[in-house]
Nanobody
Framework: VQLVESGGGLVQAGGSLRLSCAGS????????VGWFHQAPGKEREFVAA????????YYSTSAKGRFTVSRKNAQDMVWLQMNNLQPEDTGVYYC????????????????WGQGTLVTVSS
């Protein structure tokens, strides 16, 4: 499975971005997908996750109420809608697939994209 993120860029505080994660491979629609954020000089951390069916979603405390994860399996796509972005949201965002167990742990994911950079100016 290969994952390709897109949609990052420069935005002012309070603005929005929609990140996309395109999956390839015949089993992508069977996988849970997570989004992770790595701020400059910091460890990568969980942002949001969605089960294979899309029925269940999970968010970090910081993302809850501002970000929304969704997917369309027919298109092998997962999105992360990010609203009210703040400077602390700056960093590289990665999508990951085949999460099992706790979807908030990056060690539970087998496949990773290359990341897309989000920069939020104050």
């Amino acid at each position: 499975v290969q994952l390709v993120e897109s949609g990052g860029g420069l935005v002012q505080a309070g603005g929005s971005l929609r990140l996309s994660c395109a999956g390839s491979g015949h089993r992508f629609s069977n996988y849970a997908v997570g989004w992770f954020h790595q701020a400059p000089g910091k460890e990568r951390e969980f942002v949001a996750a969605i089960t294979w069916s899309g029925e269940d979603t999970y968010y970090s405390t910081s993302a809850k109420g501002r970000f929304t994860v969704s997917r369309k399996n027919a298109q092998d796509m997962v999105w992360l809608q990010m609203n009210n972005l703040q400077p602390e949201d700056t960093g590289v965002y990665y999508c990951a697939a085949n999460g099992v167990g706790s979807l908030k742990l990056e060690t539970e994911y087998e496949y990773w994209g290359q990341g897309t950079l989000v920069t939020v100016s104050s």
